[in-house]
């Protein structure tokens, strides 16, 4: 009996070390590698122009078009998912030097040379980038276009700094589900519209945020399509994919994982409770873009945020898929309209 007792006693021993071992394997593999932090000693170089932000942060800026001196429109452009400062989506060069025009873009937090900010928040992004104006010296106010998953820089100057908009344009504007504002069965029939792969990830993301790195770098089920490199693109989509250096050269932890846990988490604020930040029409104007056939981003969910905010100026395209601003005439269309007021 005493050793039927010992057998039992050690074997509760050691299912309890295998229980501990068990869980820190789980633990260890939901926690993301540290960042390479670029100009460290062992990480990636620094190669761009920086500015150092209110909290000693740095963030990394590219310029295009004429001369912050000359300019007479300047824009902060807000790149998307697994982009960097180099996407010049909607730059072009003879537009930008017949109306004078100064455009910035810059690495968001995690991405390409920019620190990471591990307590980014959609009102952090947004005072980034009125640090980012302010040292480059933009002036009281600048326009502002957000592309994308970009969209986190569009809505959230529009929430935390209005004061200092002159524009913003949103191009095909990643929607979070959980928008209070939403029908539940409009945005469960758009949610079911994803590949089913992309409703868990995007799932994970919302309601287990702290699950995000391990899900989407597991083998046992699929993870986001995005992360995968088979993103739910159009046809026509797919024609006009450039490939982009790697800009998760720090870790993807605090560049794409990030993203998805603030763009598809609990937001500070629902987009379509928004006001008016221009009291007429010559003070300045809110665009939002976008492609009937987009496969990341639905159409319906757009359509309802256009209807909840009459004053943003909406523009749906046929044909056209996420990737809009490359698609022939849409560069011109989207700065004609947010500069010069043109439809």
């Known amino acids: ?42 990480g990636p170089p620094v190669t761009g122009p920086r500015v150092v932000l209110r909290d000693g942060r740095h963030l990394a800026y590219n310029e295009y078009g004429v001369s912050r001196d000359t300019a007479k429109y300047k ?4 790149h998307g998912f ?12 003879e537009l930008f030097e017949e109306l004078k025009i100064y455009m910035v873009t810059f690495d968001r937090p995690g991405y390409g040379e920019s620190d990471p900010d591990p307590k980014r928040t959609i009102k ?10 302010d040292n480059l010296e933009l002036g009281s106010k600048f326009y502002v276009i957000g592309y994308s998953m970009g969209q986190q820089g569009g809505w959230g ?17 990643v929607v979070n589900y959980w928008w209070s504002s939403f029908p539940a069965n409009l945005t469960m029939a758009a949610y079911k519209l994803q590949p089913r792969q ?26 986001s399509s995005v992360i995968a490199g088979t993103p739910n693109f159009s046809a026509s989509d797919w024609e006009l994919i450039a490939k982009h250096r790697d800009q998760g050269q720090q870790g993807l932890a605090e560049s794409i994982f990030r993203d998805m846990r603030v ?4 937001w500070e604020f629902d987009p379509m409770e928004l006001e008016n930040p221009f009291e007429k029409e010559e003070d300045g104007s809110v665009h939002l873009w976008q492609g009937d056939e987009d496969g990341l981003v ?20 046929p044909g056209v898929g996420h990737l809009l601003p490359n698609y022939d005439g849409k560069k011109e269309a989207i700065l004609k309209a947010l500069l010069l007021g043109k439809n």
């Open 198 to 223: 992309d409703q868990w990830a995007v799932g994970v993301s919302h309601y287990m945020p702290w699950l995000v790195y391990w899900w989407n770098t597991q083998n046992w089920f699929p993870g």
């Open 298 to 317: 639905p159409t319906s969910l757009q359509r309802y945020i256009a209807k909840k905010l009459p004053w943003i100026h909406y523009h749906e395209i």
């Open 263 to 266: 763009g598809f988490g609990k």
């Open 1 to 42: 009996m005493k050793a039927h007792q010992a057998f039992d006693n050690m074997f509760k021993r050691i299912s309890l070390v295998f229980l501990i071992g068990i869980l820190a394997w789980a633990y260890h593999n939901t926690c993301p590698p540290p960042p390479r932090l670029c100009g460290s000693p062992g």
């Open 124 to 133: 952090s992004l947004a005072l980034d980038m009125e640090d980012l104006a």
């Open 82 to 93: 697994s982009s960097c400062r180099y996407d010049a989506s909607v730059f072009h060069q």
């Open 75 to 78: 824009i902060v452009f807000v």
């Open 157 to 173: 100057s529009l929430k935390y700094i209005p004061h200092r908009l002159a524009g913003v344009a949103l191009i095909a504007p």
